[in-house]
């Protein structure tokens, strides 16, 4: 019977790290589509946050490559990651709502504009100038794509937790 459990349990790991990858794929697909299928630029802050759901798809893959790996303890890993991911996310909404001003050098202040020399100050001023982090492009039902991401990625991170948790007592 102990077997059983044990199957179970890995049958469900495998599961949810494969939910994860799909969520994580449709996430950086919608922020792809955006970008070039409707002309959403993004801000430094918006690449950012693809960063955590790149990861999620990479950890995945290279989970379903070991066969050995500690499913349990990725799922954990991925939790963490879709931890970070809320953070950053959250972080950018701040920034939109003008909670704080970004520490990177895409708030509306235009920080990094300094040049040494004349030829990298023309170059700049007829290059375009990036998307301000605080310029919101898109909203649904009042709120921008940053609280969506939020939520989101605080959803998944839960989910893992939860079901790694469950998946650790089972095994025991």
Known sequence: MNLNITNLSAFICRRIILLAGLASAFA???????????????????VYQRIPYAAVIGIGLVTFL??????????????????????????????????????????????????TTIEQLQSMLTGKLPKPCDAIDWTLFGLSITVYNTVASLALALVCFLCAGQSQEEQT
């Open 28 to 46: 950086l697909g919608t922020a792809l589509i955006a970008q070039y299928g409707f002309d959403l630029e993004p801000c430094v802050l918006c």
């Open 66 to 115: 070991l066969p050995g790996a500690d499913r349990r303890a990725v799922i954990y890993l991925i939790a963490l990651v879709f931890l970070c991911s809320a953070g950053v996310a959250f972080y950018h909404n701040g920034v939109e709502q003008h909670w704080w001003v970004a520490a990177t050098s895409c708030a509306a202040g235009g920080g990094g504009i300094l040049s």
